[in-house]
């Protein structure tokens, strides 16, 4: 299996851009997670979903944030508009319906100018 | 809310000496804890992980000890190598196991 993927590994953009990121888990898992990892926060959770239905988005920050999973092999990240301050590595990770483990993507490393 | 606290940030021991990294958690209800390696560009990689109803459990060179009544639980590495060189973060559930949080992460650096 080729794991967890997402694209792209890099994203540069200008403040006020909208940016999506993409999140392939593995296949039969039915639980995503999108996380941000920055040097100040560690890893927050932003929000997860079981069978493609989000089920706690308490960690998005803003409304500026959304996700989306329209079915059990993709999902996305949307910033819009994009902030400096969204500057992050931003990870997936999935995780098989009995099982606690999760399984991480390469991650999207997000720079805003 | 919920926390997970993580010591040290950073740690350098001689390669061959052992490493060990300490947690604390917050919720008296989680039940599983995960402990995660982070190399150099690459996400997180679960290397180990242990229940509630466990006091310890051991993988070759890494071992993980848990005390539910402190709500401690501490990673150990023995013969510790180069490739043992990464970011360690620990982690806990919280509610019914959905959802774990990390800790802040260790790095740690072995020494030639």
């Known amino acids: 299996d080729a794991g967890v993927i997402q694209s792209p590994r890099h994203e540069v953009t200008e403040m006020g851009q909208e940016v999506t990121l993409r999140c392939k888990p593995i296949s039969g898992h039915n639980s995503l997670f999108w996380y941000r990892q920055t040097m100040m926060r560690g890893l927050e959770l932003l929000i997860y979903f079981n069978n493609n239905v989000p089920i706690d988005d308490s960690g998005m920050p803003e409304d500026r944030f959304s996700a989306k999973m329209p079915n059990a092999s993709f999902s996305t990240l949307k910033i819009q508009p994009s902030e400096p301050r969204d500057s992050a590595v931003y990870f997936c990770?999935?995780?098989?319906?009995?099982?606690?483990?999760?399984?991480f993507g390469a991650g999207t490393r997000l720079s805003v100018l | 809310g919920e926390n997970v606290e993580q010591h040290p940030s950073t740690l350098s021991v001689q390669e061959g000496d052992s490493a060990v990294i300490k947690c604390t958690y917050s919720d008296s209800a989680s039940n599983y804890f995960p402990w995660y390696k982070q190399e150099l560009g690459k996400g997180p990689q679960l290397i180990i992980d242990i229940r509630s109803n466990v006091g310890e459990k051991k993988d070759q060179r890494i071992a993980v000890t848990l005390n539910k009544t402190a709500k401690h639980f501490s990673l150990h590495i023995t013969e510790t190598q180069p490739e043992d060189s990464a970011v360690y973060f620990c982690a806990a559930s919280i509610g019914r196991d959905d959802k774990i949080i990390f800790g802040k992460g260790t790095r740690l650096h072995i020494l030639p």
């Open positions: 990770a999935s995780r098989p319906g009995q099982q606690n483990i999760q399984y």
